[in-house]
């Protein structure tokens, strides 16, 4: 009888275990196939610089990111990102494929906000309409908070100085923390505005990445540079170098406004449908 019983609770044991493996294995499947959908939205924000493909695909510039909102190819980015592209000049956003190297989209600027240093895109083809590796990233209603735990994704070429379109881009992933808002200027000409600081800097090429809440994996900011002095931000250009200084963000409201202002609707974690003030363009 004790034999029977020692059996019973040896494949107990067993059952249990094998349990817990199933469970740790489907999770860990969830937060693969979750950060991949992450880095599915993000894309680099770039200008053709051949006007036919060479063996290595096509040559183009590096300027920044930008990241997909809703399933019509709307995208945010920071509004410098676009700046060499104000007096002219066609951007185009580097698109991943399942089955294939990334692919360049013509993209157009639909709205531009200086003094908060968003701006809105439009991918002239639609990606999300063919067979292209994309997704969005929700937009979260509730603002950052100091002590909050945010993630930084980004996306840049191998070579930033000799980039071309069958490289696939490296991911940048920075973790940290919310340290603090602060009141500066964006635009020379415009008021100051409120950022927020980041625990961790910014790298060359992160302009425009979205900043997402690490426990909702809903967009809070934009990065937008590094908080240098108490009263500007650098947009760090040239400087790929890491530093001290922390990181700067744009809160998301200010996306969400412009937003609004242009009807193009957005996704809210934990909202069953889209949000936008009203129609989606």
């Known amino acids: 009888m004790a034999h029977n019983t020692r059996s019973r609770a040896a494949?107990?044991?067993?059952?249990?275990?094998?349990?817990?493996?199933?469970?740790?294995?489907?999770?860990?499947?969830?937060?693969?196939?979750?950060?991949?959908?992450?880095?599915?939205?993000v894309c680099p924000i770039v200008y053709q610089l051949d006007q036919s493909p060479s063996s290595r695909g096509y040559h183009y510039s590096f300027f920044g990111n930008g990241f997909f909102i809703n399933e019509q190819g709307y995208l945010l980015t920071a509004a410098h990102v676009l700046e060499t592209f104000r007096d002219g000049g066609q951007p185009y956003i580097l698109v991943s494929r399942r089955n294939g190297p990334p692919v360049l989209l013509q993209a157009a600027i639909i709205a531009w906000d200086s003094e908060h240093d968003v701006a809105i895109l439009?991918?002239?083809?639609?990606?999300?309409?063919?067979?292209?590796?994309?997704?969005?990233?929700?937009?979260?209603?509730?603002?950052?908070?100091?002590?909050?735990?945010?993630?930084?994704?980004?996306?840049?070429?191998?070579?930033?100085?000799?980039?071309?379109?069958f490289e696939i881009p490296r991911e940048d992933r920075f973790s940290g923390e919310v340290l603090s808002y602060?009141?500066?200027?964006?635009?020379?000409?415009?008021?100051?505005?409120?950022?927020?600081?980041?625990?961790?800097p910014v790298n060359l090429g992160q302009s425009g990445s979205p900043v997402l809440s690490l426990d909702s994996h809903a967009v809070v900011g934009l990065v937008e540079g590094r908080w240098l002095r108490s009263n500007s931000v650098s947009f760090n250009h040239s400087s790929p170098q890491r530093s001290e200084n922390p990181g700067a963000a744009v809160p998301i409201r200010y996306a969400i406004d412009l937003l609004q202002r242009e009807s193009i609707f957005w996704h809210a974690r934990g909202s069953p449908s889209p949000s936008s003030a009203s129609p989606a363009r």
């Open 11 to 41: 494949c107990l044991v067993v059952l249990l275990t094998c349990l817990a493996t199933s469970l740790a294995i489907a999770a860990a499947t969830d937060d693969i196939a979750e950060s991949v959908s992450l880095s599915s939205a």
């Open 122 to 165: 439009h991918a002239n083809s639609n990606p999300f309409a063919s067979r292209s590796n994309v997704t969005f990233l929700p937009l979260s209603p509730e603002p950052a908070s100091p002590g909050q735990s945010v993630l930084a994704l980004s996306l840049h070429p191998p070579k930033q100085q000799n980039a071309h379109t």
């Open 182 to 200: 602060e009141s500066t200027k964006l635009d020379k000409s415009a008021p100051a505005t409120e950022i927020f600081l980041l625990s961790h």
